[in-house]
């Protein structure tokens, strides 16, 4: 019998909820670049449309390396299309590869009209780690390094490359910016792993979850939490607009509470999205403060 998902399984499987992770790194370089008077519209949407194709690669590339290796057989976490058996593993890894395909074009656009030609290097390597995440012999992703490529790719490259294509410079502020959003961007992946330890170890997915176990997972999620904080007050002394950031915490309480108090499984779900509605939350303030409160 034919396999064919629904759209509202495609679009379940797509995990929007992931999105903070791609909009909050261009609206904070985005803000960054303007604080310089270098803001660039254009350039700035086709980055966005960059961040999204790639995160949405990303997601469908994971459904499809996991499914396959039957590490999404037995899941607590959100829907997936080839571990539930509703979407052929060809037509996941089609989406995915379509997905880069139209990040490819949007970056290149990004490159004609900043002039930034080595920024087609960054661009490939940011399709190969989206790809090589869970996907090939070896899967970073499954050797606890994980949380390093998001921070790498979500954060410093993705704030500080925006800012760049735009204003063809980095500065302080987008420097810190772009820690900040790499922080929240692996405290997302931290709480999603270590939800998932129990399953990922029965698998032989090792995570840094996995490696570091419970109790320091959770002392590095409420770490990584709170670093954009300890930034907003660093860039506050420079900035006092920046410390309207602070706004974006209360939105972790719950998360943090939850974390603390040993919660486990479906119970952790709601720090996945908290926290990156903070972070969106927290980079909206921040690209703001960084536009229009600089002297």
């Known amino acids: 019998m034919k396999v064919m998902a629904t759209v509202a399984q495609w679009i379940e499987g797509a995990r929007i909820r992931t999105f903070p ?3 909050a790194p261009v609206l904070a370089g985005t ?11 254009v350039v700035a949407v086709l980055a966005l449309a960059v961040a999204l194709l790639l995160i949405l690669g990303v997601n469908f590339a994971n459904d499809y390396s ?10 607590v976490g959100p829907f997936r299309l080839v571990g539930s058996g509703a979407a052929r593993p060809a037509a996941v890894r089609g989406a995915a590869f ?3 395909g139209l990040a490819a074009l949007a970056g290149i656009g990004v490159v004609v009209l900043s002039g930034q030609w080595w920024m087609l290097a960054v661009g490939a390597l940011c ?8 996907g090939g012999s070896k899967p970073y992703g499954y050797a606890g390094l994980g949380e390093i490529a998001v921070f790498l790719f979500f954060g410093l490259i993705a704030v500080l490359g925006t800012q760049y294509v735009q204003a063809g410079t980095v500065s302080g502020f987008g420097i810190g910016s772009a820690v900040a959003v790499g922080s929240f961007s692996s405290a997302v992946l931290v709480a999603n792993n270590l939800r998932d330890i129990p399953t990922d170890r029965t698998t032989g997915k090792r995570t840094l979850a996995v490696l570091l176990g419970d109790r320091d997972t959770r002392t590095l999620y409420v770490m990584l939490a709170l670093v954009p904080f300890l930034i907003t007050t660093l860039m506050g002394l420079r900035n006092t607009w920046m410390l309207l950031a602070f706004l974006a915490l209360p939105l972790l309480i719950t998360s943090l509470r939850n974390i603390l108090s040993g919660a486990k499984g479906r119970r952790l ?3 996945l999205r908290d926290t990156g509605f903070a972070m969106l939350a927290w980079s909206v303030i921040t690209a703001l403060a960084l536009a229009f409160g600089q002297s």
């Open 269 to 271: 779900i709601p720090a």
């Open 66 to 75: 996991d499914g396959i290796r039957g590490t999404d057989t037995d899941r």
């Open 21 to 23: 992770n791609a909009i």
């Open 127 to 134: 399709i190969a780690g989206a790809w090589f995440y869970t």
């Open 98 to 100: 379509g997905c880069f």
């Open 31 to 41: 803000g960054a670049a303007a604080g310089i008077d270098r803001f660039d519209p």
